[in-house]
């Protein structure tokens, strides 16, 4: 399965700025996403990351908000828009596995802070 | 509204003795399913998939199915203190082309030495 290095691992930001989080695989994936997990709670998706245009859109979720871009094959970054306490969450990154029928492999996470 | 539903927990079990996680999913056209173990500041890691009603076995691990009923479950046998974690129910959601996953909230599972 692939190999993903997520960063930065953690950041604590003040509110109303913006973070960036990278997500660089180590071969080709067709399909990454990006998710939220809040504390004790699951995975919500945010979007699906599309090489080459615009990131298809969890309800709830908005562009403004989370722009993603994806550039290749390989590379995906997810920025946190002015942010607010309530954005405070880990930020995980997928990618599908050597087909999509087994599965997700997940970057090691942002832990976002806001204050 | 699509769902997967998992009991919380925590669920604890002595060393050594077989810890059963349920799941239960309301698409009955979901096709693949998932298990994921997250240890406490980790991200999730697949553990299992199971695609065919019955059991899937590997190592400790065995995946049980049954579209019928619509749940999934996960044994795991002699378990160990190194198994405590949270485990993750996921479906595909075959109105995306089953690219897309649906994760259960998780049970905390406890194995006490």
């Known amino acids: 399965s692939a190999v993903i290095s997520q960063k930065p691992s953690r950041d604590i930001c003040q509110r109303g700025t913006s973070l960036t989080i990278q997500c660089q695989v180590d071969?080709?994936?067709?399909?990454m996403f990006w998710y939220r997990q809040q504390p004790g709670q699951s995975l919500t998706l945010i979007a699906t990351?599309?090489?080459?245009?615009?990131?298809?859109?969890e309800s709830g979720f908005v562009i403004d908000k989370f722009p993603i871009s994806r550039p290749n094959l390989t590379f995906s970054t997810l920025t946190v828009s002015n942010m607010s306490p309530e954005d405070s969450s880990i930020y995980l990154c997928?990618?599908?596995?050597?087909?999509?029928?087994?599965?997700?492999?997940f970057g090691s996470g942002t832990r976002l802070t806001v204050v | 509204q699509k769902e997967v539903e998992q009991n919380s927990g925590p669920l604890s079990v002595p060393e050594g003795a077989i810890a059963s996680l349920n799941c239960t999913y309301s698409d009955r056209g979901s096709q693949s399913f998932f298990w994921y173990r997250q240890y406490s500041g980790k991200s999730p890691e697949l553990i299992m998939f199971?695609?065919?009603?019955g059991d899937k076995e590997d190592g400790r691990f065995t995946a049980q199915l049954n579209k019928a009923s619509q749940y999934v479950s996960l044994l795991i046998r002699d378990s160990q203190p190194s198994d405590s974690a949270t485990y993750l129910c996921a479906v595909n959601d075959p109105h995306t082309g089953g690219f897309k996953t649906i994760f259960g909230a998780g049970t905390r599972l406890f194995v006490k030495a």
């Open positions: 990351a599309n090489q080459g245009s615009e990131a298809t859109y």
């Open positions: 199971i695609y065919s009603n």
């Open positions: 071969s080709q994936v067709t399909m």
């Open positions: 997928s990618v599908e596995g050597p087909g999509l029928r087994y599965g997700y492999t």
